[in-house]
C-alpha cells in the first residue's frame, strides 16, 4: 500500500511539473475560462447580485477545471501511447492505475490555475466582491471537488483506452458537462430526464458544495455525496484499467488501439 | 493548367490528408455534437439571463462554430505539414505559393459553411426555432461568406503557425475571442465601446448580424451592406495571412528554421 502511494505520489508530482513547464498549457488553462466567465459576466449584467456576480467567476473557474481535467486526463494515455512509454508504464511492476491516479490528479490540481484566474479577472475587470459566504468550507470545498475530478478522470482516462481519436471525445465531453452539472444554467431548467444523469456524476455535487459556500447554505451533506461518487468512479476506472489492460496484453495491440 | 490542378486537386488531398479524421468518428463528436452543445448552453443560459431568443443564440453559435473548422483546418493543413516533416518537400517545390496555399482554403470554407449550416438545421430542430423557408437559400449564402471571411482568419493563424509551435492554444485563443466579440452571445451594442470598435473589424460579426436579420425575414438586399463588409473583411484576411506565410517561409529559409520553429 505504501509503495503503490508512493507512485501515486511520484506520478502526481513528475506530471505537475512537467505541465507547468508548459507555459502553451497554463495559457489554455488561464485563457479559456476567462473567456467564459467575460460572456457570463455580459450575459448576467444588470441581471445579477452581489452573490450571483462570485459565483459566476467561480463557475467558470470550473469550467476551467473540468476542461483542464478532461483534457489532461483523457489524453493521459494518448500521450504515453505517442511518446511509445505505454508498453514500459505497463510492464513495470507498480500498478499501472497508480500511475495513471497521479496524472488524473495533478491534471485536475493544475486546473486551479483557472479558478485563481478567473477570481482575479472578475475582480480586476467586472468590480467583482471576493465574498464568499463560508471561506472556511470553500477552502474545504475546492480540493475535495478537485479530488473528486481528478478520479473522474481516472475513469475517463480508462474508457477512453480503446478509443484512438481521444481528442475528439475530449471536445465532445466538455459542453455537456458544463450544462448538465449546473454551473451557470439552474438544473430545474433543463429537461427532467437529464437530471438523473447529472447525480451519477462526482462533479456535479462538488460543484454544489462549492456553489454552497460560495453564495451560503450547508455543503457538507454535498460534499459526502461528490466523496461517494468519486470512489466509485475510481473504482469503476481501476476495474476498467485492469479489463482493458487484459485486453490489450491479450491482442498485442497497446500501442495501436 | 498545372496551378489549377495543384490549386483544386492538392487542396483536396491536403484536406484529406488533414482529416485522417475524416473518420466519422472524429468528425461527428467534433463538429456535429459538439457545436449543438455549445448552441444549448448558451440558449439555456439565455433563458436564464433574458439577453436574447433561442433563435439568437441557435444563429449566432452556429455561425461562430464555423471558427472551429476554418480555424484549426487552415492552420493544421499549412503549420501541420512541419509535424509531419514534410513541409520541404513542399517549400522546394516549382508549384505557385498562391495555387499551394490558397488552394488549402477552398475546401476548408465549403466544410466550415457545412458545419455552420448543419449547426443551425440541428440547433433550430432541438429548439424549435422557426425559420421562413423562403430565407433558408439568403441564409446559406451569408453563411458561405461567413466561412470564407473566417477562413482567411484561418490563413493568418496558419502564418503564424509557421513560427508559433502550439498551433491549436494560438486556434483556441482567437476561437474565444471570436465567441466574446463578435455578438455571437452577447449583443452588440451591451459590450464598451471599445469592444464593438474590435468586434467591426473582426470576420463572423456581420455575418451573424446579417444571418439574424435574415431568419427574421430581411432579404439579401437588405443585409447586402453586411455580407460585403464580411466578405471584403475575409479577402482582407486572407491576403494579410497569404503575405504573412510568404515572409514565414522567406524568414525560415534565411534562417534555416523550416522545421524546427
Redesign the interface.
Known amino acids: 500500500m505504501r509503495r503503490t502511494l508512493s507512485v501515486v505520489r511520484s506520478s502526481f508530482r513528475f506530471h505537475l511539473k512537467a505541465t507547468l513547464k508548459s507555459s ?2 497554463i ?2 488553462m488561464v ?2 475560462p ?2 467564459y466567465a ?3 459576466f ?4 444588470g ?1 445579477a447580485n452581489e452573490v450571483a456576480v462570485v459565483w459566476i467567476a467561480v463557475a467558470a473557474g470550473i469550467m476551467g477545471l473540468w476542461s483542464t481535467t478532461l483534457a489532461g486526463s483523457g489524453m493521459a494515455l494518448q500521450r504515453e501511447r505517442w511518446a511509445g512509454t505505454l508498453e514500459l508504464l505497463f510492464a513495470s511492476p507498480p500498478p499501472f492505475a497508480a500511475v495513471l491516479l497521479g496524472v488524473a490528479l495533478a491534471t485536475s490540481a493544475t486546473g486551479l490555475y483557472s479558478l485563481v484566474a478567473t477570481l482575479f479577472w472578475g475582480w480586476a475587470f467586472f468590480h467583482m466582491p471576493l465574498h464568499l459566504a463560508h471561506p472556511v468550507w470553500f477552502a474545504v470545498a475546492v480540493p475535495a471537488t478537485v479530488l473528486a475530478l481528478g478520479l473522474f478522470g481516472l475513469l475517463l482516462a480508462a474508457t477512453f483506452i480503446l ?1 484512438r ?1 481521444t ?3 475530449v ?2 465531453f ?3 458537462v ?2 448538465i452539472t449546473g454551473l ?3 438544473l430545474s ?2 429537461p427532467g430526464w437529464v437530471q438523473p444523469i447529472a447525480w451519477l456524476i462526482a462533479p456535479t455535487w462538488g460543484i454544489k458544495a462549492i456553489h454552497a459556500a460560495t453564495t451560503g447554505g450547508s455543503p457538507g451533506g454535498y460534499l459526502a455525496a461528490a466523496g461517494a461518487l468519486a470512489l466509485a468512479s475510481f473504482g469503476a476506472g481501476v476495474l476498467c484499467l485492469r479489463y482493458f489492460e487484459t485486453l490489450a496484453r491479450r491482442r498485442a495491440s497497446l500501442s495501436l488501439t | 493548367m498545372n496551378s489549377l490542378r495543384v490549386f483544386f486537386l492538392g487542396g483536396l488531398t491536403s484536406f484529406r490528408a488533414l482529416f485522417g479524421w475524416v473518420s466519422p468518428w472524429i468528425y461527428i463528436p467534433t463538429l456535429v455534437i459538439a457545436p449543438l452543445f455549445q448552441i444549448l448552453l448558451f440558449a439555456y443560459i439565455g433563458r436564464t439571463t433574458g439577453v436574447g431568443s433561442d433563435k439568437f443564440f441557435v444563429v449566432g453559435n452556429a455561425l461562430q462554430y464555423a471558427s472551429i473548422p476554418c480555424l484549426f483546418a487552415m492552420t493544421n493543413t499549412i503549420a501541420g505539414e512541419r509535424y509531419e516533416n514534410t513541409l520541404a518537400y513542399i517549400l522546394v517545390s516549382p508549384a505557385g505559393r498562391i495555387s499551394i496555399f490558397l488552394g488549402r482554403a477552398l475546401p476548408v470554407v465549403v466544410n466550415g459553411a457545412f458545419v455552420a449550416a448543419l449547426s443551425l438545421l440541428l440547433g433550430g430542430l432541438v429548439l424549435s426555432v422557426h425559420v421562413p423557408a423562403g430565407s433558408l437559400a439568403p441564409l446559406a449564402f451569408v453563411v458561405f461568406v461567413t466561412a470564407y471571411s473566417c477562413t482567411g482568419l484561418g490563413l493568418i493563424s496558419a502564418g503564424l503557425g509557421l513560427r508559433i509551435r502550439e498551433t491549436a492554444v494560438l486556434a483556441n485563443v482567437l476561437f474565444g475571442v471570436l465567441l466574446i466579440f463578435t455578438g455571437a452571445n452577447v449583443p452588440l451594442h451591451t459590450l464598451p465601446e471599445w469592444m464593438q470598435t474590435i468586434s467591426g473589424w473582426l470576420p463572423i460579426t456581420h455575418g451573424i448580424e446579417a444571418a439574424r436579420r435574415v431568419a427574421d425575414g430581411a432579404s439579401l438586399a437588405d443585409v447586402s451592406g453586411l455580407v460585403a463588409k464580411e466578405a471584403a473583411l475575409g479577402t482582407a484576411f486572407a491576403v494579410l495571412g497569404f503575405g504573412l506565410i510568404r515572409f514565414m517561409e522567406r524568414e525560415a529559409r534565411r534562417r534555416a528554421s523550416i522545421e524546427v520553429a
Not at chain 1, 42 to 45: A, E, I, T, V
Open positions: 502553451a498549457t495559457m489554455f485563457i479559456v476567462i473567456v467575460t460572456i457570463a455580459f450575459m448576467y449584467r441581471g478509443y481519436q481528442f475528439a471525445l471536445n465532445l466538455e459542453y455537456p458544463w450544462l451557470l444554467v439552474p431548467l433543463l
